[in-house]
């Protein structure tokens, strides 16, 4: 009637094809040496319901950096190693409806310390579909009818491999194997998934909510790992965290890792849940694992009874009674054979036919008021623990107990537990035992020595304390030194003690008080302990101490003084205020009146004073010290803009007096920086064309004249020059100006630039002929932190040159004859016996372009670009010629006749 089915499984290695076949399983990671880690993959696989071709050779896996998600091993191919059954608590139990596979994938891998040094650590995932399509508490569906699937995700986290610069050495946790059982509605179902720590670290186990996979893809695209967050699976309705089975109780695990159930009758049933263990060292959170587990509850278990255990002290005459609690002394004049507890086992399971008149039971006994290891506890069993009750028959068991207690004070508590072979697990009854055993006697050891405490003078001759203590038992002794924050050599003592003979302790203790050879700046006063032990048979504490209490008065010591030139009643804090381009100058002494050594120097705060071209050389002598402080305050080392107050501590230290005690005097000096005196400079124009008088700062120009003038900027700073500039810094007008020049100048002193102009056509706009500018000139100078400029505003009016064309009147009649009068067509007027133009003049409307003169027969006689043209029509026909004379806004047409 023996039943099976419990299930483990983390995950599989990458399966060619969905299928419902995992079970559980975890990852390790195994510091082996240096850097070379080995990185296992246990996998636990069904089967009974798994695809026997889901057994990958290789499992490929990804390591991700937790604080970014970022890919630190793009794959590690785990290889498979070694395949084996995973057994029953009791064999007997199974009938086939069970079976689990173990399967181990692993491979060596490297973690450099310049890679896998981020504070937050890593994670190992891999990813992997699906889960048993029958499970009850949450949507494990097949995945090609429905999306709500469940796949698996391994997971391990892992600290770096370097903190603080030295190698973090460290294995991730290996959990206990899991065992193939199953459980029983209303019966209680335990199983035990602590594990071990190779470094020693703390393990907490808790519960969780089973990871899913990324897709319901048999294995991730790609087949590697994507990195996380990776989501939980769906609880079917009715269940949780908080409710895993429906169980009363539910699911529990203690933080030692000892799982507990008792699921509900609802027929057979199969639960999965998660186990997460969390690593600490000194206290912080370091790596955790994930199991993935799955439970088997069938519908029915075969009716069993639990065993019943009872006890009595030996050589007494009753048993105890059932569930009491046993109490028993031992003196520590018994002997081994009487310092015993008699057990007796029954179980009415051996009565029934069904179990054929038999049952099988075994013993064990665990700590339960103290620590400690349940292994040794257990060597306390008789030879034989385990016994085969025929037709209503007992088990009789002896445990005896050594003559040293167990725990210190001899008082301590254990759980005898029997135990019988029911299915799925062992039942179990507990007698619990108080038990007291006398130490073997023993004489404390002794200090013949009496506790010391005296105070002596800096230099006093060696003090020398010889130590005895004894042990009446000639018990081997152990010696402890316990001191309140120093080291014995440091402070000139010494301790020679000897525990070599058996039952004595020889020693002696030692002071050299001298303050020129050891160090008594740190401490005066000192209280050393030596603590003497037996090794007694049983190690059990009893010792004595010897306590001395002692201090030391050293000599006195004058203070340094420090002075300076600045100081007027030996203020302590002095602020002076300081313009740049000054000079900061005074001198810093330094006197002790012991005629110790000196030293003398300066600190800035938050600065170095040489970086900002401060020069103090500091001294250093006997008695008397003096250094001259010297400051340029210039801008090329001080931006008073980033700093412009300056600290500056100026130390006299007396540190090698005799006894090395660090006195010292300090003068605080604070220098506030401020801008530099500054004189304006000026500005000026010269050189203005006389027939474009500057009137007021301005002058009128007719369109197509040049403009030149000078601009001249001075500067009467002297100590330093400043260095000055020139620049043209605006211009304003109806129409932006252009083709002006004026070259930016820089200098010292005195400084001068041209500004030139010939103003064309571009400067007029919507026929509007006139245009007003303001040409803004400007000089500063560079003096730092106090610059200061001038300017100058220099107005032009720009006009167009008139033209009248209602006046133009060309001549129309020519003589050609010689006679050197009206001998030439041109458009011009003899004016006070000079020949002046009569054509409009050229502006911005318009300006002359040609002439052309045909004939009557239209053929071109003449053409001329040129407005002061003649035409000479000597050699030409008499008669009426055409002219077209052409503007580039217009074009005039007339006759001129020529006649001879």
Same mark, same amino acid.
């Given at each position: 009637?023996?039943?099976?089915? *419990?299930?483990?499984?983390?995950?599989?290695?990458?399966?060619?094809?969905?299928?419902?076949?995992?079970?559980?399983?975890?990852?390790?990671?195994?510091?082996?040496?240096?850097?070379?880690?080995?990185?296992?993959?246990?996998?636990?696989?069904?089967?009974?319901?798994?695809?026997?071709?889901?057994?990958?050779?290789?499992?490929?896996?990804?390591?991700?950096?937790?604080?970014?998600?970022?890919?630190?091993?793009?794959?590690?191919?785990?290889?498979?190693?070694?395949?084996?059954?995973?057994?029953?608590?009791?064999?007997?139990?199974?009938?086939?409806?069970?079976?689990?596979? #173990?399967?181990?994938?692993?491979?060596?891998?490297?973690?450099?310390?310049?890679?896998?040094? &981020?504070?937050?650590?890593?994670?190992?995932?891999?990813?992997?579909?699906?889960?048993?399509?029958?499970?009850?508490?949450?949507?494990?569906?097949?995945?090609?009818?429905?999306?709500?699937?469940?796949?698996?995700?391994?997971?391990?986290?892992?600290?770096?491999?370097?903190?603080?610069?030295?190698?973090?050495?460290?294995?991730?946790?290996?959990?206990?194997?899991?065992?193939?059982?199953?459980?029983?509605?209303?019966?209680?179902?335990?199983?035990?998934?602590?594990?071990?720590?190779?470094?020693?670290?703390?393990?907490?186990?808790?519960?969780?909510?089973?990871?899913?996979?990324?897709?319901? &893809?048999?294995?991730?695209?790609?087949?590697?790992?994507?990195?996380?967050?990776?989501?939980?699976?769906?609880?079917?309705?009715?269940?949780?965290?908080?409710?895993?089975?429906?169980?009363?109780?539910?699911?529990?695990?203690?933080?030692?890792?000892?799982?507990?159930?008792?699921?509900?009758?609802?027929?057979?049933?199969?639960?999965?849940?998660?186990?997460?263990?969390?690593?600490?060292?000194?206290?912080?959170?370091?790596?955790?694992? /994930?199991?993935?587990?799955?439970?088997?509850?069938?519908?029915?278990?075969?009716?069993?009874?639990?065993?019943?255990?009872?006890?009595?002290?030996?050589?007494?005459?009753?048993?105890?009674?059932?569930?009491?609690?046993?109490?028993?002394?031992?003196?520590?004049?018994?002997?081994?054979?009487?310092?015993?507890?008699?057990?007796?086992?029954?179980?009415?399971?051996?009565?029934?036919?069904?179990?054929?008149?038999?049952?099988?039971?075994?013993?064990?006994?665990?700590?339960?008021?103290?620590?400690?290891?349940?292994?040794?506890?257990?060597?306390? *069993?008789?030879?034989?623990?385990?016994?085969?009750?025929?037709?209503?028959?007992?088990?009789?068991?002896?445990?005896?107990?050594?003559?040293?207690?167990?725990?210190?004070?001899?008082?301590?508590?254990?759980?005898?537990?029997?135990?019988?072979?029911?299915?799925?697990?062992?039942?179990?009854?507990?007698?619990?035992?108080?038990?007291?055993?006398?130490?073997?006697?023993?004489?404390?050891?002794? +200090?013949?020595?009496?506790?010391?405490?005296?105070?002596?003078?800096?230099?006093?001759?060696?003090?020398?304390?010889?130590?005895?203590?004894?042990?009446?038992?000639?018990?081997?002794?152990?010696?402890?030194?316990?001191?309140?924050?120093?080291?014995?050599?440091?402070?000139?003592?010494?301790?020679?003690?000897?525990?070599?003979?058996?039952?004595?302790?020889?020693?002696?203790?030692?002071?050299?008080?001298?303050?020129?050879?050891?160090?008594?700046?740190? #401490?005066?006063?000192?209280?050393?302990?030596?603590?003497?032990?037996?090794?007694?048979?049983?190690?059990?504490?009893?010792?004595?101490?010897?306590?001395?209490?002692?201090?030391?008065?050293?000599?006195?010591?004058?203070?340094?003084?420090?002075?300076?030139?600045?100081?007027?009643?030996?203020?302590?804090?002095?602020?002076?205020?300081?313009?740049?381009?000054?000079?900061?100058?005074?001198?810093?002494?330094?006197? &002790?009146?012991?005629?110790?050594?000196?030293?003398?120097?300066?600190?800035?705060?938050?600065?170095?004073?040489?970086?900002?071209?401060?020069?103090?050389?500091?001294?250093?002598?006997?008695?008397?010290?003096?250094?001259?402080? *010297?400051?340029?305050?210039?801008?090329?080392?001080?931006?008073?803009?980033?700093?412009?107050?300056?600290?500056?501590?100026?130390?006299?230290?007396?540190?090698?007096?005799?006894?090395?005690?660090?006195?010292?005097?300090?003068?605080?000096?604070?220098?506030?920086?401020?801008?530099?005196?500054?004189?304006?400079?000026?500005?000026?124009?010269?050189?203005?064309?006389?027939?474009?008088?500057?009137?007021?700062?301005?002058?009128?120009?007719?369109?197509?004249?040049?403009?030149?003038?000078?601009?001249?900027?001075?500067?009467?700073?002297?100590?330093?020059?400043?260095?000055? /500039?020139?620049? *043209?810094?605006?211009?304003?007008?109806?129409?932006?100006?252009?083709?002006?020049?004026?070259?930016?100048?820089?200098?010292?002193?005195?400084?001068?630039?041209?500004?030139?102009?010939?103003?064309?056509?571009?400067?007029?706009?919507?026929?509007?002929?006139?245009?007003?500018?303001?040409?803004?000139?400007?000089?500063?100078?560079?003096?730092?932190?106090?610059?200061?400029?001038?300017?100058?505003?220099?107005?032009?009016?720009?006009?167009?040159?008139?033209?009248?064309?209602?006046?133009?009147?060309?001549?129309?009649?020519?003589?050609?004859?010689?006679?050197?009068?009206?001998?030439?067509?041109?458009?011009?007027?003899?004016?006070?016996?000079?020949?002046?133009?009569?054509?409009?003049?050229?502006?911005?409307?318009?300006? +002359?372009?040609?002439?052309?003169?045909?004939?009557?027969?239209?053929?071109?006689?003449?053409?001329?670009?040129?407005?002061?043209?003649?035409?000479?029509?000597?050699?030409?026909?008499?008669?009426?010629?055409?002219?077209?004379?052409?503007?580039?806004?217009?074009?005039?047409?007339?006759?001129?006749?020529?006649?001879?």
């Amino acid at each position: 009637m023996r039943v099976a089915i *419990l299930s483990f499984l983390i995950l599989l290695a990458i399966l060619p094809a969905r299928a419902s076949h995992i079970v559980g399983g975890e990852f390790e990671l195994i510091h082996i040496a240096g850097i070379t880690y080995r990185l296992n993959l246990i996998l636990y696989f069904d089967e009974l319901n798994g695809l026997q071709g889901a057994k990958d050779s290789f499992a490929d896996v990804r390591i991700f950096r937790k604080r970014d998600n970022a890919i630190m091993y793009n794959n590690i191919r785990l290889s498979w190693i070694v395949l084996s059954p995973v057994e029953y608590t009791q064999p007997s139990c199974s009938n086939g409806e069970l079976e689990t596979s #173990k399967i181990i994938y692993s491979n060596t891998i490297t973690l450099p310390a310049n890679v896998f040094n &981020d504070p937050e650590g890593y994670y190992v995932s891999w990813e992997r579909c699906c889960r048993n399509y029958q499970i009850a508490n949450i949507y494990s569906e097949n995945p090609s009818f429905s999306n709500r699937n469940a796949g698996q995700t391994f997971y391990l986290e892992f600290p770096p491999v370097v903190k603080n610069g030295e190698p973090f050495i460290n294995s991730s946790p290996r959990l206990f194997p899991p065992l193939s059982d199953y459980a029983c509605p209303q019966k209680k179902y335990y199983v035990d998934f602590g594990g071990t720590d190779d470094d020693g670290d703390s393990l907490v186990y808790s519960l969780v909510t089973p990871l899913n996979t990324l897709t319901p &893809d048999a294995l991730p695209p790609g087949g590697l790992p994507r990195p996380g967050p990776y989501p939980n699976v769906l609880w079917r309705p009715g269940y949780s965290l908080q409710n895993i089975t429906g169980g009363s109780p539910d699911l529990q695990i203690s933080q030692d890792g000892f799982l507990t159930v008792t699921p509900p009758l609802t027929g057979v049933a199969l639960y999965v849940f998660a186990v997460k263990c969390e690593e600490f060292r000194d206290g912080v959170k370091i790596g955790e694992v /994930r199991r993935d587990f799955q439970m088997l509850v069938v519908d029915a278990c075969p009716q069993a009874e639990p065993p019943q255990i009872v006890g009595r002290k030996k050589g007494t005459p009753a048993f105890s009674q059932p569930k009491e609690t046993l109490s028993v002394t031992f003196s520590n004049s018994l002997t081994d054979e009487e310092r015993c507890v008699e057990v007796q086992v029954s179980d009415k399971d051996s009565e029934k036919p069904v179990d054929s008149f038999q049952e099988k039971v075994f013993i064990r006994i665990l700590p339960l008021n103290f620590k400690n290891s349940t292994r040794y506890l257990n060597e306390l *069993l008789p030879s034989v623990s385990t016994a085969t009750l025929v037709n209503g028959s007992v088990a009789d068991f002896t445990i005896c107990f050594p003559d040293c207690p167990l725990v210190p004070g001899g008082h301590f508590q254990v759980g005898i537990i029997a135990f019988d072979d029911a299915c799925s697990l062992p039942l179990s009854d507990t007698l619990i035992v108080n038990v007291f055993v006398q130490p073997p006697p023993n004489n404390p050891p002794q +200090f013949i020595t009496t506790n010391q405490t005296f105070n002596i003078n800096e230099g006093d001759p060696l003090i020398s304390i010889p130590i005895q203590a004894v042990d009446a038992d000639q018990d081997e002794l152990d010696v402890f030194v316990m001191v309140d924050g120093f080291l014995l050599p440091h402070v000139g003592m010494t301790l020679d003690l000897d525990p070599s003979q058996p039952g004595l302790m020889n020693g002696l203790f030692t002071w050299d008080s001298r303050c020129d050879v050891f160090d008594f700046t740190q #401490k005066t006063q000192f209280k050393i302990q030596i603590i003497v032990d037996d090794r007694d048979k049983c190690l059990i504490a009893s010792p004595d101490t010897l306590t001395f209490n002692l201090s030391i008065r050293l000599p006195g010591n004058a203070d340094p003084i420090i002075s300076s030139t600045l100081q007027t009643n030996q203020e302590k804090y002095i602020e002076v205020s300081k313009k740049i381009y000054e000079t900061l100058d005074f001198s810093v002494f330094g006197n &002790d009146a012991d005629n110790d050594f000196l030293i003398l120097s300066v600190l800035g705060k938050d600065f170095k004073p040489a970086d900002y071209g401060v020069s103090f050389p500091g001294a250093d002598g006997f008695g008397s010290v003096a250094s001259p402080f *010297l400051w340029n305050l210039n801008c090329d080392k001080i931006n008073i803009n980033t700093k412009e107050v300056f600290e500056f501590l100026f130390l006299v230290v007396d540190n090698a007096n005799k006894c090395r005690f660090y006195k010292a005097d300090s003068l605080t000096v604070v220098v506030h920086v401020e801008p530099p005196d500054n004189l304006p400079p000026t500005i000026s124009v010269e050189g203005v064309n006389p027939d474009q008088p500057l009137i007021n700062g301005s002058m009128s120009i007719t369109r197509g004249e040049e403009i030149k003038f000078k601009v001249i900027g001075q500067d009467a700073d002297t100590s330093p020059q400043d260095l000055i /500039r020139l620049s *043209l810094i605006g211009t304003t007008g109806n129409v932006q100006p252009s083709g002006y020049s004026f070259p930016q100048t820089e200098g010292i002193g005195l400084i001068e630039s041209v500004f030139a102009w010939i103003p064309d056509c571009s400067v007029f706009e919507n026929n509007i002929f006139v245009n007003e500018y303001i040409f803004t000139f400007s000089v500063s100078d560079g003096r730092c932190f106090a610059g200061k400029d001038e300017s100058i505003d220099i107005n032009i009016i720009v006009k167009d040159e008139e033209a009248s064309y209602d006046e133009f009147l060309p001549p129309n009649l020519i003589t050609p004859d010689g006679n050197g009068i009206n001998e030439f067509f041109a458009m011009v007027k003899l004016e006070n016996g000079e020949y002046v133009s009569i054509l409009p003049a050229d502006n911005c409307i318009g300006s +002359f372009v040609n002439i052309r003169i045909y004939d009557r027969w239209g053929s071109q006689v003449y053409e001329s670009s040129d407005r002061d043209f003649k035409w000479m029509p000597k050699g030409t026909a008499s008669g009426v010629y055409y002219y077209f004379l052409t503007y580039t806004h217009r074009q005039y047409k007339g006759t001129v006749s020529v006649k001879y």
